[in-house]
């Protein structure tokens, strides 16, 4: 093989190797596409008049995560993917994007405690390996999709303290994992599925403290709260009702006596005057 054809060979693969190089190195710095676009969607749908999320820029969203640490506040990673989001707290506005599926690592989402509004996007049902699901007092509306039950591994679901109109799906109840529920104080109406009442076996599965507050819903265990309610209630008017009627024949008695009184010293006197002499 002639110098030069050797020379043009060995360039070829040195400039191959070096592209190989050069795109792992791209690929490791840059992160993962579909956790960029997760955290920049999320940020465009977020109003943060604190300027709690001043460093969640582009530049950061392109790599977020270093191993299992992260410059984004809030962001918690696992092995270069994010694996929490936590944004608790924060006088947040907005509404929730629907690209947070594409965080498909995501495992806990918490946005607890802001001021977010607009409906729980039926997207999420994409994060398949989602266990917390916490949008607990802010200002969420809407129904709440059953399409979110599609995300098998939810051990919490707290939407407590929103304004979620509609029904409970049903879905919730066949979720094996779900320990934690609350859905209190909402505008939430129908009947409370009997799979998030009751386990198998006619034993309680979540309290009437995850469902109170919703003014139009009703089925066990609110019933039981209503019940209860109404015995005290009747026991008390019960009371008050004796109470009352005693006072009446009472009053009644008294007057009658006094009618029986009058009327006998009317008589009295009735009698003195005719035996008095007359001068």
Request: glycine share 8%; charged share 15%.
């Amino acid at each position: 093989m002639p110098v030069n054809h050797r020379f043009t060979f060995s360039y070829r693969l040195l400039f191959l190797i070096f592209l190989l190089s050069f795109e792992t190195a791209q690929r490791l710095v840059a992160g993962d596409p579909n956790d960029e676009a997760c955290l920049t969607n999320l940020r465009r749908s977020l109003e943060d008049p604190a300027n709690n999320l001043r460093n969640w820029t582009k530049s950061f969203f392109i790599n977020p995560c270093s191993g299992f640490s992260s410059y984004l506040h809030g962001v918690i990673c696992n092995n270069g993917r994010i694996y929490k989001l936590s944004l608790t707290n924060l006088s947040l506005r907005g509404s929730i994007s629907p690209f947070l599926s594409n965080c498909t690592n995501l495992q806990s989402l918490d946005l607890s405690s802001n001021q977010i509004s607009g409906e729980i996007p039926p997207q999420l049902q994409f994060l398949v390996n989602l266990a917390v699901l916490n949008l607990s007092s802010n200002r969420l509306s809407g129904q709440i999709s059953p399409q979110i039950a599609l995300c098998a591994y939810l051990n919490v679901i707290d939407l407590h303290d929103n304004q979620l109109s509609g029904q409970i799906p049903f879905q919730f109840g066949l979720l094996a994992r779900l320990t934690a529920f609350d859905v209190s104080n909402n505008k939430l109406s129908g009947q409370i599925p009997s799979n998030l009442a009751m386990r198998n076996g006619n034993l309680p599965r979540f309290n009437a403290s995850s469902f109170i507050g919703n003014k139009k819903l009703f089925g066990y265990p609110l019933e039981e709260m209503k019940n209860k309610g109404l015995s005290i209630m009747a026991i008390v008017g019960i009371g008050l009702g004796s109470g009352i009627a005693s006072l009446v024949i009472s009053f009644t008695g008294v007057c009658i006596w006094l009618k029986i009184t009058e009327k006998k010293m009317e008589e009295e006197e009735g009698k003195i005057s005719h035996s008095m002499p007359v001068y």
